[in-house]
């Protein structure tokens, strides 16, 4: 089969990992990619024009479209290829438009969760017109204050505060200021839920499901999870509070009503589904949907599955996805995130990359990097390279990934140090 993955990620060399080692991988084409794809397919820049995008599938004959970020399916790719007769035969990896909404509106993924007897947080959502009565109902919540911006971000729309007049100070921002622009048109005022994180991803054909492994990931750029959100410094799979008898509750509380309410709203969607979860005392709650794999977590998921992912794909676009035998590896995977200094604020791009090559046992998934002219890799991101290990625990694959970030040089490189450590003190 001919394969076609839309991103420029380590989530997308992650998965185009997986894709390569597939006995039915004919031939992988990458859309933009980044330095480190090059070994794993042709790399091309189609950019965001689905009718290019169209174009090249039917000229090189692609038989599996996967999307791997949201936007693209929040604006309607999937929509886009079923509608045309030259491309509604190419098997889409990635729900319709109306389906992406889960992600692509707070406000609409809260409503679905609510319908369907989902457990989540109290909500209500303002738009800039109700900004008076947005500020008396965060009275009526207690600290801390969650925020999030309706519509999508770049993960940044959600901010929690921990005074009422920060709160309102903030709420301000958005909706008066668009501070995130047209995705703060509305905001979504949650209640605070204390608990751990964890992240739950499942394989949908919109009627079967199968369960991939789950893992932690680590959003603030400081140790102890401390200043400003990320797109994820590190993640770990598996969660170790993520037992039998809590996953159990996930499947039976969240999963199986998930599926069904898009069934009965006939919400047509095919391919990953996010689910950020809060163990609130063991008890599992949705934070947010995400209509794509996670990014660290894919790092330390994608590794650990050891059955064929292009079947899976097959089987999806086919419906029979309950044909599939998900194999998972035991091990611990774990994955740390090397970014640019200042990030995720203000951070100088272009900087020589070197010591990958001394690397070993372990994955060197590339997120923000480019080969310049003489063949040298520059970073070109704020999130520059995850270095993933597996080990038979997780102090064994951390300590691992660790020495080889270690042999990892450029100007700047930032990274947090304590990935997984609150996991280790639930061992202890």
Not at 244 to 267: A, C
Request: net charge negative; aromatic share 8%; hydrophobic share 40%.
């Amino acid at each position: 089969m001919k394969i076609l993955l839309l991103g420029s990620g380590a989530r997308e060399h992650a998965i185009a990992m997986k894709i390569r080692e597939s006995r039915l991988c004919e031939e992988l084409f990458i859309s933009p990619a980044n330095a480190g794809m090059i070994s794993e397919g042709v790399c091309v820049n189609l950019g965001n024009d689905f009718e290019k995008i169209k174009s090249f599938a039917v000229e090189q004959g692609i038989d599996i479209l996967v999307v791997g970020n949201e936007q693209p399916l929040v604006d309607g790719i999937a929509d886009s290829f079923a509608s045309d007769e030259h491309t509604r035969h190419i098997n889409v990896i990635g729900p319709k438009k109306a389906a992406a909404m889960l992600e692509g509106s707070k406000d609409f993924a809260k409503e679905f969760m609510f319908k369907n007897n989902i457990p989540t947080a109290r909500y209500r959502t303002f738009g800039k017109e109700d900004l008076n009565e947005a500020k008396q109902f965060l009275k009526t919540m207690n600290p801390p204050y969650v925020l999030k911006a309706d519509g999508l971000a770049a993960g940044k729309g959600v901010v929690i505060l921990p005074t009422l007049e920060e709160a309102e100070a903030e709420l301000d921002a958005m909706l008066s200021q668009a501070k995130f622009g047209d995705a703060s048109a509305k905001v979504v005022i949650e209640e605070f839920l204390s608990g751990i994180e964890c992240s739950v991803f499942v394989l949908t054909d919109g009627k079967h499901y199968k369960i991939l492994p789950e893992a932690k990931d680590y959003k603030r750029i400081g140790e102890g999870d401390t200043g400003l959100n990320t797109g994820g410094m590190g993640s770990v799979s598996p969660v170790v509070f993520a037992d039998k008898e809590f996953m159990q509750k996930v499947e039976d509380r969240i999963i199986r009503p998930t599926i069904e309410g898009l069934q009965k709203d006939n919400l047509e969607y095919r391919g990953f589904i996010f689910i950020g979860l809060m163990s609130v005392a063991g008890e599992p709650y949705v934070i947010e949907y995400n209509v794509r794999m996670g990014d660290p977590e894919t790092e330390s998921v994608m590794p650990r599955i050891e059955s064929d992912l292009v079947e899976a794909f097959d089987l999806i676009g086919k419906g029979e996805l309950d044909k599939y035998e998900m194999k998972i590896k035991s091990d611990y995977c774990t994955t740390v995130m090397l970014v640019s200094k200042g990030y995720p604020e203000s951070y100088e791009k272009g900087k020589v990359m070197s010591g990958m090559d001394l690397c070993e046992d372990c994955f060197l998934f590339h997120a923000g990097t480019k080969a310049d002219e003489e063949g040298r890799i520059l970073t070109a991101g704020g999130r520059v390279i995850a270095v993933t290990s597996f080990g038979k625990t997780m102090q064994e694959a951390l300590a691992n990934c660790y020495r080889q970030a270690e042999k990892i040089d450029f100007e700047g490189k930032t990274l947090r140090r304590d990935i997984g450590k609150d996991l280790m003190n639930l061992l202890k």
